[in-house]
């Protein structure tokens, strides 16, 4: 069974090292696009690229219909042999194109050499430009004014779309609309007319505005990609916390284990010897097989008998706050009477108290109600606490024993004596296990320190509350609080029926006199 935990466990703890390792590496591929906050933004670059890629396959087929649109249009004066020679050209090119980005869009990114890929699809987007561009130049001698306006307003309708598809790669704007502004300049500048020049100043002005204009959207984009990133990184993080949290829980749960297992084989281990040890020395001590020759031994079998006494108590504190620590501590509750279990561990620890010369005082409040709770453990919780209070107390001082309801209809449990206190700063010490306070500890007998966590466990798996007063050579006051719902009320008692019966004739009388 242990070994199949085991295993179990090594499945869970290799699971979780894997997964730390892959938020790890999400970490750091997220933090070194986060470093490049100027410039090309290399880190960005394919993103930026499979922008294009998809915006490009998106609109496959509205270029192309553009292009058979400005074919019809140019019918008025250009030969159809010409018009469908650069139809043809425009569609090759626009094949090349999409061959390319559907290519890019396979390949694993992996594999990806963004660079390359830029450079092939920025080369493509060039030559479909100057495709664009050769309607320009198409029976330019046949061409009037309203020719030259169509040629003006088509070109600048494809500038503006490809700019808009282009915009995420800056390269591929200038690759694909400088050709198509340039045959404007060229064949507007060509006519010996100033309106014409007027327009293909136009022209440059319109496309150096479009230019500004993508930079912006261009920034808008890599700044988005920016956030993303951030955001990336984050939930990287928060990733990498969450396995590194759920790997410490592992090991947490697998020392714990290992802690209880220790303590299980501990605890038999050491019984075992105990028994013995105390039991023999018991013997020895009662002289029950005859009388010792030498009345040392006798002295030597009552050490032996307290030693193994504390050991064996010592046992029993640490295995008690292993299983509250643990959540395994069960109560076994039933209704008790506080006042008797707190009279009863009076009475057990008054001899150790007149053997020091102290007075415990008690302040029991009458007609208490009985209480839903484990008497085991509030008999230890009261012992503690006497135990506590007996030994920090010097000879000649006072412990009080205070039990009554409280405010909100519960029950509380005082002890309070007039020790040496703790400073203010120690309580928190004294409060962990195995914790005890300087002053204290200088003062009086040697202990555990597991007396007050043990009782501030078992008051807290009552739903109670454990309060711990105390200042320098003042004493200390520690006050167990029960709540009201542990606090079993009296029902009224139910009239037998006879009773009923025969109150009904006196019920009636009693409401004839009134009349």
């Known amino acids: 069974m242990s070994g199949g935990a085991s295993a179990e466990a090594q499945r869970a703890a290799s699971a979780a090292i894997n ?10 591929e997220a933090r070194e696009k986060l470093t490049y906050k100027s410039g090309a933004k290399p880190e960005f670059e394919y993103e930026l690229l499979l922008m294009f890629v998809k915006n490009e396959l998106s609109a496959a087929v509205t270029t192309p219909l553009l292009a058979i649109i400005v074919a019809m249009g140019a019918m008025f004066w250009a030969p159809p042999r010409e018009l469908l020679l ?89 690759a694909g609309t400088l050709p198509m502004t340039v045959a404007i300049v060229i064949r507007f500048a060509l006519l010996d007319n100033p309106f014409y020049w007027a327009m293909a100043a136009m022209a440059v002005g319109v496309h150096i505005y479009f230019i500004w204009l993508m930079n912006g959207l261009n920034s808008t984009v890599v700044a988005m990609l920016e956030f993303r990133a951030e955001k ?6 928060l990733e990498q916390a969450k396995s590194i949290s759920e790997e410490a829980r592992l090991r947490a749960e697998e020392a714990n284990l290992a802690k209880s297992r220790f303590l299980a084989t501990m605890s038999h281990e050491l019984r075992t010897p105990l028994n013995a040890i105390l039991g023999f020395s018991e013997i020895m001590r009662s002289e029950i097989l005859g009388p010792h020759n030498n009345p040392t031994y006798k002295e030597y079998a009552n050490d032996i008998h307290q030693s193994g006494q504390h050991l064996l108590n010592l046992i029993n504190e640490v ?11 069960e109560l ?33 409040e009458p007609s208490l109600p009985q209480l839903w709770a484990d008497e085991r453990a509030v008999r230890q919780i009261c012992l503690n606490l006497l135990s506590n209070a ?3 107390t010097p000879t000649g001082g006072t412990v009080m024993l205070k039990i009554g309801r409280t405010g909100t209809g519960g029950q509380f449990l005082s002890v309070k004596d007039t020790g040496p206190g703790i400073p203010e700063n120690e309580i928190p010490r004294v409060l962990k296990s195995f914790g005890q306070g300087s002053l204290a500890h200088q003062t009086a007998e040697g202990g555990t320190g597991l007396g007050l966590p043990i009782t501030k466990g078992l008051t807290e798996l009552h739903e109670g509350t ?23 009320q009296a029902l009224p008692r139910l009239a037998e029926p006879g009773e009923i019966e025969a109150d009904k004739p006196r019920t009636a009388w009693r409401a004839r006199g009134r009349r």
Not at 19 to 28: D, L, T
Not at 110 to 130: L, N
Not at 232 to 237: K, Q
């Open 19 to 28: 997964s730390k390792r892959r938020a790890s590496r999400s970490v750091q």
């Open 86 to 174: 650069w139809l043809g050209t425009v569609f090759v090119a626009k094949g090349i194109l999409i061959s390319l980005c559907r290519q890019f869009m396979k390949a694993p990114r992996e594999d990806t050499t963004t660079p390359v890929w830029r450079a092939k699809i920025t080369a493509a987007e060039f030559f479909y430009g100057v495709t664009w561009a050769g309607v320009a130049f198409i029976s330019p001698d046949t061409q009037g004014e309203a020719a030259h306006t169509f040629i003006f307003a088509s070109l600048l309708v494809v500038i503006s779309m490809r700019m808009l598809f282009a915009s995420t790669v800056m390269p591929i704007v200038y």
């Open 232 to 237: 990336d990184a984050l939930i990287a993080e």
């Open 319 to 329: 295995l008690d706050i292993s299983r509250i620590e643990a959540g395994r501590y």
């Open 332 to 364: 076994h509750e039933a209704p008790l009477d506080l006042a008797a279990v707190v009279e009863d561990c009076h009475r057990l620890m008054r001899l150790r108290a007149e053997n020091k010369g102290l007075k415990i005082v008690e302040s029991f």
């Open 390 to 392: 007996i030994k920090f």
């Open 466 to 488: 454990f309060e711990l007063k105390s200042k320098l050579r003042y004493g200390t006051e520690v006050i167990i609080t029960f709540p009201r719902r542990r606090v079993m």
